[in-house]
T-cell receptor, first 114, second 115 residues
Framework: NAGVTQTPKFQVLKTGQSMTLQCAQD?????MSWYRQDPGMGLRLIHY???????DQGEVPNGYNVSRSTTEDFPLRLLSAAPSQTSVYFC?????????????FGPGTRLLVL | AQSVTQLDSQVPVFEEAPVELRCNYS??????LFWYVQYPNQGLQLLLK??????LVKGINGFEAEFNKSQTSFHLRKPSVHISDTAEYFC?????????????FGTGTSLTVIP
């Protein structure tokens, strides 16, 4: 198993550009989520999905869209990039259920918005 | 709502010395508790988790944590640290009854082991 994979690893954008961060998992996990990590703020949940066709907002959803057309993929779209979106983005997945399950993280995408 | 507080943003410690990284949570209902480690330029890996049962939980790499319900704490400890333990450590909680089982992370503690 490759686990959770994310592409690209690094990205530089100009303000106003749009892009999609890709996330895929091969563990047949129902639950997938996106976090952003900023210094001194830990990880904050952007969006999550409990299964194909179902998505919901997390703590900091503004400026981001997600979709879940398949179990494996959970892309994160930046509609119009802003410097405040400069961050490290992590995708994670786990089986749905009681909450006991271990969440597996991808290696991250480092995004710089100029 | 629940929150997680990691009281120390940076903890320097000498090699082979013991270390404790503190974590407190606030929740009026039962929670599951986790510690994750992030090595430089990598994603997060699970160190250990408390779900129920024994309050002392042992994890990977010689780490352990103790759940204290009365003090709402879940401090992480290691009796003797190595250089390779230098990393960022995150405490996280999840409320089992919460729709979506959302994780809430603390702000992280940067552990630096000094040779």
């Amino acid at each position: 198993n490759a686990g959770v994979t994310q592409t690209p690893k690094f990205q530089v954008l100009k303000t106003g550009q749009s892009m999609t961060l890709q996330c895929a998992q091969d563990m047949n996990h129902e639950y997938m989520s996106w976090y952003r990590q900023d210094p001194g703020m830990g990880l904050r949940l952007i969006h999550y999905s409990v299964g194909a066709g179902i998505t919901d907002q997390g703590e900091v959803p503004n400026g981001y869209n997600v979709s879940r057309s398949t179990t494996e993929d959970f892309p994160l779209r930046l509609l119009s990039a802003a410097p405040s979106q400069t961050s490290v983005y992590f995708c994670a997945s786990k089986t749905s259920g009681s909450g006991m399950e271990t969440q597996y993280f991808g290696p991250g995408t480092r995004l710089l918005v100029l | 709502a629940q929150s997680v507080t990691q009281l120390d943003s940076q903890v320097p410690v000498f090699e082979e010395a013991p270390v404790e990284l503190r974590c407190n949570y606030s929740s009026s209902v039962s929670v599951y508790l986790f510690w994750y480690v992030q090595y430089p330029n990598q994603g997060l890996q699970l160190l250990l988790k408390y779900l129920s049962g024994s309050t002392l939980v042992k994890g990977i790499n010689g780490f352990e944590a103790e759940f204290n319900k009365s003090q709402t704490s879940f401090h992480l400890r290691k009796p003797s640290v190595h250089i390779s333990d230098t990393a960022e450590y995150f405490c996280a909680v999840i409320r089992p009854a919460n729709t979506g089982n959302q994780f809430y992370f603390g702000t992280g503690t940067s552990l630096t082991v000094i040779p």
